[in-house]
């Protein structure tokens, strides 16, 4: 191939790596998080244990790539490591299984909603990095980062004024697929009375206020957790798999 063919074929971006499969006996399918949106590349001969890509591409390396456009999937020539997020994570089994949960809900957001990608990578990089340093709760950032990417989304939900009439706070229930709390007068029926440092915690949690929800206690932080939970399944219509799997402390 010419040189000027290379060219036109290949791009190079900064991405993080959000999982692997595996790929014949020593390839690997490498699915990228970049500022344009998700890329789905093969890194050839990673598997091998020659190979000097195999520890940069793994889950949670933010990596900076050069890719071939390929008819079905891109593949992968060069990467270089920026960030070696997944070597911190992986050492610590909840804040993986919250690494994997953002992943895929940053994934499915993606699919769904594909006018942000900017902000959802600049969203789930900070996320990420915040993980890795292991100084706040991994739950807490989990529901922080849901509630923010839905935000960039287009689905942001209010915890301070009533979602229905606009009526400032505080209010005291919460309804789901209103997208937040509800006054006294427009409340309806199947709403939450979630206890008040809970609504406080959320909003800390919203506002990425890790000082206010530092002073959450477990009852606030299992609370919040259900409704973030169950808003994020009512938005993308569909269960997260791996939030299963997330512990909580």
């Excluded at 890194?43 to 456009?69: C, D, H, I, N, Q």
């Excluded at 929800?213 to 259900?226: H, I, Y």
Aim: charged share 20%.
């Amino acid at each position: 191939m010419s040189r000027s063919g290379f060219a036109s074929k290949s791009y190079q971006t900064r991405g993080l790596v959000l999982r692997t499969h595996k790929l014949g006996e020593a390839d690997r399918i490498i699915t990228l998080l970049t500022p344009k949106g998700i890329v789905r590349a093969v890194a050839k001969g990673v598997r091998r244990t020659s190979s000097r890509l195999g520890a940069t591409l793994e889950p949670f390396m933010e990596v900076e790539a050069l890719l071939v456009m390929g008819r079905n999937l891109d593949i992968v020539s060069q990467a270089q490591l920026r960030n070696s997020y997944g070597h911190l994570l992986v050492a610590d089994y909840p804040s993986y299984t919250v690494a994997n949960a953002m992943a895929e809900i940053a994934e499915k957001l993606l699919e769904a909603e594909g006018d942000s990608t900017q902000q959802q990578y600049r969203l789930f990089h900070g996320a990420i990095a915040l993980l890795s340093k292991q100084r706040v709760d991994s739950g807490a950032v989990l529901d922080s980062y849901i509630l923010r990417a839905l935000s960039v989304a287009g689905w942001a939900p209010s915890f301070t004024d009533c979602v229905n009439c606009g009526k400032p706070g505080p209010h005291q229930a919460v309804h789901i697929q209103l997208g937040g709390v509800v006054c006294p007068d427009c409340r309806p029926s199947g709403s939450l009375s979630p206890h008040p440092i809970t609504i406080e915690y959320l909003q800390a949690l919203l506002e990425g206020n890790w000082a206010v929800a530092a002073e959450a206690g477990p009852r606030a932080r299992k609370q919040a957790a259900d409704i973030v939970a169950n808003y994020l399944q009512w938005h993308l219509e569909r269960a997260v798999n791996s939030l299963r799997l997330v512990e909580r402390n």
